[in-house]
Structure formats: structure tokens, C-alpha cells
């Protein structure tokens, strides 16, 4: 008994960090994955959280072009080994929470192996504690390094809207991540929907594939409205919580952290 000790108690904490993780993910890239991400992040803050966002978007990394930042240092000299994940860390002031910032077009990071995916996760995983919570942006599609980031997350959140490529990706992506690793916990937010209604009838479409065919139960986690604020506030390279907070994407985006903070709760 004695001897089995540490390996249990390493187990929980295992467990305790990947629920401090959420994975941002999309079938499809054009769907606001990462303005989501950013905003989702920056409610979490508001909301008296620490919380870091990490750009998983090995290739084509925008975290710091949306938010208007030129970090001194990003995921690239992490990767290579020249410095430690911990020393990348940028503080966004306006936003009061942290980005690990990747390089946009950056050859190196595209492509990355899943091994190699597998071993960032594991680093993030090992300061996800200094953390309440840790965001994953997740390069669109279901490639190798893409799931083995994933796996470092305990809850993941799928992206869509109501084209209909969106909805077979997203299909894809949470068809093939089930058949990966069947106790992933699962959810979706539709964005850029016309209304609440609207964007719950896109929501039941996709529920309704993944229990006839797949005989999974996807719960909703939220809907954020089309608003031409989150369009005004990527062109002025300003989180929209900061530049609007009563924009009504903004509030969608601040419920769906209400939402995520209470099933913890539960």
C-alpha cells in the first residue's frame, strides 16, 4: 500500500491540472476560434481568475496580432530550446491575464511532430499550476499535433457556426477525438450566430448528427451573437472586454465563463 501511494497521489494531481486546462478547437479555421479564445480568456480574468492563454496554433499563431503585442520572446526559442516555457510568458496589462505567444508563418512550428506537440503539452501542463486556468488555442483541423496537445486538456471546446462546412469539420474533429480518447469532455459554443435561437438550432443540427451516429451527448455551453464590435475591436488590435464590454459578443462570451466556472462548481 505504502508503495502505491505516490503513484495515486500523482494521478490526482494529473487530473487536478488537466481540468485547469480548456483546449479551443474547430473543425474548420474562418470560424472565430481564436477571437474567442482571446475574449474567453479575458472574461475568465474579469472574473477574478488567473489565466494564462496559450497560442496552440503551431503554425499559423495570431494570439499577439490580434491583441496588437510584439512579445520580446514566443514559443519559437521554447521549442528550439533555448529558453523556458516559464521566461516566454507575456502579461497583456489592458487585459490582466497572460499569453504564450507563438510566431505567425514560423516554418519550425508548423511542423512540429505529434511527439514533439506531445511534449509542449507537457510543459504547459507543469506551469498550468501557477494558473486557476489555462486556455489552449488549437490549430483548425484534427492533425497529429493538434490532437496531442489536446490530450493535455480536460474539457475541450468546439467552435462552429452554421456553415455547413463547419458543421461536417466539427463532426470530424469530435468524431475522431472520441475514437482517440472516449472520456474527453466534450462542448460547444456556435459563434457568429444571427440570434440565440438561431444559433441553438445550429447547436441541436450538430447534436442531433453525434447522437445518431456517433451516440454521444454533446452539451451546449453557449451562443455568441454576430456583433460588428468583435470586427471593430481585431482591427484596432484591442480585446473587445476592454474596448466594449457591453457589446452583446461580449456578454455572450462573459456567460459562457460564468457557465464553464459553475459546471466546475457542480
Known amino acids: 500500500m505504502t508503495q502505491q501511494t505516490p503513484t495515486i497521489i500523482s494521478r490526482q494531481q494529473n487530473m487536478q491540472v488537466r481540468r485547469k486546462i480548456l483546449a479551443v478547437a474547430s473543425g474548420k479555421g474562418g470560424v472565430g476560434k481564436t477571437w474567442f479564445s482571446i475574449t474567453l480568456t479575458h472574461a475568465l480574468a474579469r472574473a477574478g481568475h488567473r489565466a494564462l492563454l496559450f497560442d496552440g496554433d503551431l503554425g499559423m499563431a495570431n494570439v499577439d496580432v490580434q491583441l496588437g503585442l510584439d ?34 508563418g514560423s516554418g519550425g512550428l508548423a511542423t512540429m511532430t505529434p511527439r514533439q506537440a506531445d511534449s509542449l503539452g507537457r510543459a504547459l501542463s507543469a506551469i498550468a499550476p501557477n494558473y486557476d486556468r489555462v486556455i489552449l488555442d488549437l490549430a483548425a483541423g484534427i492533425d497529429g499535433t493538434v490532437r496531442a496537445l ?8 468546439v467552435v462552429v457556426n452554421d456553415e455547413p462546412t ?101
Open 71 to 104: 512579445p520580446v520572446h514566443d514559443m519559437t526559442r521554447v521549442i528550439t530550446g533555448r529558453l523556458a516555457m516559464a521566461d516566454a510568458i507575456h502579461e497583456v496589462t489592458e487585459g490582466g491575464f497572460a499569453v504564450l505567444a507563438g510566431r505567425s
Open 166 to 266: 463547419s458543421m461536417t469539420d466539427a463532426y470530424a474533429f469530435i468524431k475522431i477525438t472520441k475514437q482517440k480518447r472516449p472520456d474527453t469532455n466534450l462542448r460547444v459554443v456556435v459563434n457568429q450566430a444571427r440570434s440565440h435561437s438561431d444559433g441553438e438550432r445550429t447547436y441541436g443540427a450538430l447534436r442531433k448528427a453525434c447522437e445518431s451516429f456517433l451516440h454521444i451527448e454533446l452539451p451546449l455551453l453557449g451562443v455568441v451573437r454576430r456583433d460588428p464590435w468583435v470586427s471593430e475591436s481585431i482591427r484596432r488590435q484591442t480585446p473587445l472586454l476592454a474596448r466594449n464590454p457591453n457589446a452583446p459578443a461580449a456578454q455572450d462570451v462573459e456567460a459562457i465563463a460564468a457557465n464553464l466556472l459553475e459546471l466546475e462548481q457542480a
Open 150 to 157: 489536446a490530450t493535455h486538456a480536460g474539457v475541450g471546446i
